[in-house]
């Protein structure tokens, strides 16, 4: 976990801290742990796009591996605000909705390969058996998916804790 949730105070001082400190163990784990995610972003037009993804989580952003033409990259590139959605949804709805500022890296191909090495050693040891199924090694997917999008979370707005709000460069309390 990041030091981020030492600077976290609930919005509603009704909120006990256990419930919000528990929402915010739950959303690292999540992040780290879940397959996917649900990734929000808005066409130009105005209209939701919504799309599950893998990802990357390394603490503090949200690496997700596009294709150049990708419509959630056309997106971003329009509006940088999205949404993610993150977590288990059983019957108690235990779902991470997250905010979000996301950017587009296109990364640079060199004759011999990426710039920068895609994806992480962490990405590709958690796709490992996935990439195995779809035909892929992490080189051939790098050499696929050349646009990163990275989502720095700006506000957690949490069912499990009855819908608190938190917001900031660190997720930091909403005013």
Known sequence: MTASMDVLRPRDPGLGHAAVMGSLVRMHEDLASAPILWLSTTRPDGRPHIVPTWFDWDGEVITVFSKTHAQKVRNVRHQ????????RPELNFAV???????VVVDTPIAPDGPVEPLPSPRFARKYAAAFADAGYTAESFSATYTVTVRIRLTRLLDWGAR?????GDRLAPSA
Request: hydrophobic share 45%; glycine share 20%.
């Open 163 to 167: 819908g608190a709000g938190y917001t």
């Open 80 to 87: 940088p605000s999205v949404m993610v959605a993150v977590g």
């Open 96 to 102: 991470e909705l997250l905010e979000g500022e996301a």
